[in-house]
């Protein structure tokens, strides 16, 4: 099921993808990067494109989203339009940080991008969790591809920063997602609560945080 934004609730299959340039503090798949937490060579598989394309096919759910870690990293290998190919006829979703800039292939191939910016509270240093130039190259896509954009948000105050990265960063704001941080039912539906009025009265949309009531990822 997928867990948040314009897709929350529907059914798909997740294929997370290893490693991630950022280590955000409450990531919820650091078993697919954090060494310092987990022993990767149980954790993450060294898989051949058929065979994740193949089990992806046979959840048999019409939406397959492409997930990490961070999946861009991984864009200019050979064998990334090989594997968009295979799952041809399948909507394919793709999640990012918008720390990388897509390629041609990725923004034809897949149906829809949503890019996840992170904000302070993530623990990662600004110059690594935003890129000014690749962030407004992704708001210019968004004119042309389905493109949006989600904020994992803690309180008022980070709805204030994504204000500002939007304006600053060109965002359309009707592609913007506000969702909360949490792990928990209680305090994803407390957040949600907090920041609901002031989002909606920016312009963004807002979205409950399902894996907090379901424990299941993305
Ligand atoms: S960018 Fe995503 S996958 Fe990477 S550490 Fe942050 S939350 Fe986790």
Sequence with gaps: ????????????????????????????SAFTWDTSRYDLSREV?????????????????????????E????????AWPQFLEMLGGYEI?????????PIETTLHRVSWITVSPK????????????NRDILIAWGKCAEQYDIDFSFAVRDLSDVESVLQIAKLHELPFDRIWIV??????????????????????????????LSALTNRQS
């Design 1 to 28: 099921m997928h867990a948040q934004g314009r897709s929350a609730g529907r059914r798909c299959v997740v294929v997370q993808m290893g490693g991630c340039n950022l280590s955000c503090s409450w990531c919820d």
């Design 45 to 69: 598989g060294y898989w051949r494109i058929e065979e994740i394309a193949e089990t992806a096919r046979s959840a048999n759910t019409p939406l397959i989203v492409i997930s990490g870690g």
């Design 71 to 78: 999946p861009l990293q991984q864009q200019n290998s050979p």
């Design 93 to 101: 979703g793709l999640e990012t940080n918008g720390t990388f800039p």
């Design 119 to 130: 904000l302070a509270h993530s623990g990662d240093p600004a110059w690594t969790r935003i």
């Design 180 to 209: 909360p941080e949490a792990t928990t039912a209680a305090l994803s539906a407390s957040r949600l609560a907090e920041v609901s009025e002031s989002a909606i009265q920016a312009g963004f949309n807002v979205s409950a945080r």
